[in-house]
Structure formats: C-alpha cells, structure tokens
Nanobody, 122 residues
Framework: QVQLMESGGGSVQVGGSLRLSCTIS????????VAWFRQAPGKEERERVA????????EYRDSVKGRFTVSKDTAKNTVFLQMNGLKPEDTALYYC???????????????WGQGTQVTVSS
C-alpha cells in the first residue's frame, strides 16, 4: 500500500514563496514518479503543475516554469515543490500523486495525498 501526505500549504501575499512537501510511505518509493496537481476554487479538473520521474527527470506546466521547482530527497522519501513568485491564480488545493511514470492526466495516477491548501492574496 502506498500512502502520500502533503504539508506546507498556507496563505501568502503576491510574490511570496511556499514549499510543499509530499512524504511517501512505500518500500518501493524509488520506483515511483511523483506529480503535483492543483485544483482551483470552483473548478472540477485537476491540472498537473510539475512532475519528477523516478530517474530524476522533471516536467513543468508552462505557467509555472521559472517559478516552481520540483525536487526529491530520496533518503527521506519526500518530494518537494518550491513555489516562488506566487500569483493569485496559483491559489488552489495542491495534491501530490504517484505512479510508475509522469502521466499528464490525473486519472492515470493510482495513489494520491489528501491535499494542502495554497492561498495567494493581493
């Protein structure tokens, strides 16, 4: 069984920074790719923000390139999302998800965390 738990959300002003953490409980942690998704208020769909493959390759949504950085600490079974230069449109519930590869669509992921709220105010 794979369990994911996010932390690090909060409220910041425009231009501020937050670092989200996703801790993965799985003895096969090293074989998983981990993505960060977000679901904005009033929207049904979740959009992928960033993903880090099990081999370390990274992918980003265009709107966050240059502002967000995904990384991992293998020793701690944790994946991070460093978010700088936050904008009001980044406000959302952020989830981490794990699967064999970095799928774009959320339906492809088998394992999800419970989400952490990020609110950016102007």
């Amino acid at each position: 069984q794979v369990q994911l738990m996010e932390s690090g959300g909060g409220s910041v002003q425009v231009g501020g920074s937050l670092r989200l953490s996703c801790t993965i409980s799985a003895h096969t942690y090293r074989t998983y790719s981990v993505a960060w998704f977000r679901q904005a208020p009033g929207k049904e769909e979740r959009e992928r923000v960033a993903c880090i493959e099990h081999d370390g390759r990274k992918e980003y949504r265009d709107s966050v390139k240059g502002r967000f950085t995904v990384s991992k600490d293998t020793a701690k079974n944790t994946v991070f999302l460093q978010m700088n230069g936050l904008k009001p449109e980044d406000t959302a519930l952020y989830y981490c998800a794990a699967d064999a590869i970095c799928w774009i669509l959320p339906d492809k992921y088998n394992f999800w965390g419970q989400g952490t709220q990020v609110t950016v105010s102007s």
